[in-house]
Nanobody, 123 residues
Framework: QVQLVESGGGLVQAGGSLRLSCAAS????????MGWYRQVPGKQRELVTS???????NYADSVKGRFTISRDNAKKTVYLQMNSLKPEDTAVYYC?????????????????WGQGTQVTVSS
């Protein structure tokens, strides 16, 4: 199976920065896309950004130019550098990974979510 462990959330003033990390572990054969989503109470979870194993990235319009996603394939870790944070960035941020996982003698595709980390931006 795959486990994703996030870290780096917290409270920051508007205009400040935070860096989130998400480390994958388990019986991983390979990881394709990894990404960050966020969710506020009463709203659907939304994609913030994603990155493929080859480094291609995708960003929500609301974070372009402020957030940067990167990954270290050797460490099976994805990062989210968040700059110029705004109060509307306040949310629980979730890491997501599409992986191929060894299960006994088979390799199966699996999507996994992290437990979420709170990011709060004060005005």
């Amino acid at each position: 199976q795959v486990q994703l462990v996030e870290s780096g959330g917290g409270l920051v003033q508007a205009g400040g920065s935070l860096r989130l990390s998400c480390a994958a572990s388990g019986s991983i054969f390979s990881i394709n896309a990894m990404g960050w989503y966020r969710q506020v109470p009463g709203k659907q979870r939304e994609l913030v950004t994603s990155i493929t194993s080859g480094g291609s990235t995708n960003y929500a319009d609301s974070v372009k130019g402020r957030f940067t996603i990167s990954r270290d394939n050797a460490k099976k870790t994805v990062y989210l550098q968040m700059n110029s944070l705004k109060p509307e960035d306040t949310a629980v941020y979730y890491c997501n990974a599409d992986a191929l996982v060894r299960v006994r003698e088979s390799i199966i595709a699996m999507e996994q979510w992290g437990q979420g980390t709170q990011v709060t931006v004060s005005s």
